[in-house]
Structure formats: structure tokens, C-alpha cells
């Protein structure tokens, strides 16, 4: 079993910055691709941003490519979000996902682990 807790969330204007983490327990943190999901209301929970067990590889959606970045620093079992030119269309409840194994997925019926998510608003 593996315990996910996200923090970072907040209020940030267009244009402003967040760094969203997502800490980890209960297993070993290095085992587990990570991956970063969103939800906005009324939208179904979409892929934003994965990170392989090592940190070598990454993936980003079409959306954010470019403007977040994903990292994890596994002496910590932490795994991190920095969003930077935000838009107003990022608006959503962030949620960080845990799976074992080296692959990366975006589909998130392929994570084992979800945090319970935290909530970001970008204002124009």
C-alpha cells in the first residue's frame, strides 16, 4: 500500500507560478512511476505530467509542455510539480498517482495509488 498526499495547491494569477508536491509512504517510494492527473468540474480527469522510477524519463501533455515540469527527489519519497505560466485554463483539482514498474502511462486506470487531490485556481 501506498500513501499519497499532495500539497502546493492555491490561488495564483494568470501568468504566476505553483509548485505542487506529493509525498509518499508506506512502500518503496524509488519502485513507482508517478504521475500528476487534473480534474476540472464538470471534465473528466486528464493526464498532465509522468516520471519514471528513476527520474529519467518524463512525459507532459500537449498542454503543458513547455510550462510545467515534473520531478522527484526519491531520498525524500516526494514527487513535484512546477507549473509556470499558468493559465486561466488550468484551473483544476490536482491529483498525484502512483504504479509500479518502469512504464509510463497516461491513462490513469493504469495507476494503483491517488492522492486526494489539491486545488489550484488561476484568476485572469
Known amino acids: 500500500q501506498v500513501q499519497l498526499v499532495e500539497s502546493g495547491g492555491g490561488l495564483v494569477q494568470a501568468g504566476g507560478s505553483l509548485r505542487l508536491s506529493c509525498a509518499a509512504s508506506g512502500r518503496t517510494f524509488s519502485n513507482y512511476a508517478m504521475g500528476w492527473f487534473r480534474q476540472a468540474p464538470g471534465k473528466e480527469r486528464e493526464f498532465v505530467a509522468a516520471i519514471s522510477w528513476s527520474g529519467g524519463t518524463t512525459k507532459y501533455a500537449d498542454s503543458v509542455k513547455g510550462r510545467f515540469t515534473i520531478s522527484r527527489d526519491n531520498a525524500k519519497s516526494t514527487v513535484y510539480l512546477q507549473m509556470n505560466s499558468l493559465k486561466v485554463e488550468d484551473t483544476a483539482v490536482y491529483y498525484c498517482?502512483?504504479?509500479?514498474?518502469?512504464?509510463?502511462?497516461?491513462?490513469?486506470?493504469?495507476?494503483?495509488?491517488w492522492g486526494q487531490g489539491t486545488q489550484v485556481t488561476v484568476s485572469s
Open positions: 498517482a502512483a504504479r509500479g514498474g518502469v512504464a509510463l502511462y497516461i491513462d490513469a486506470n493504469k495507476y494503483n495509488y
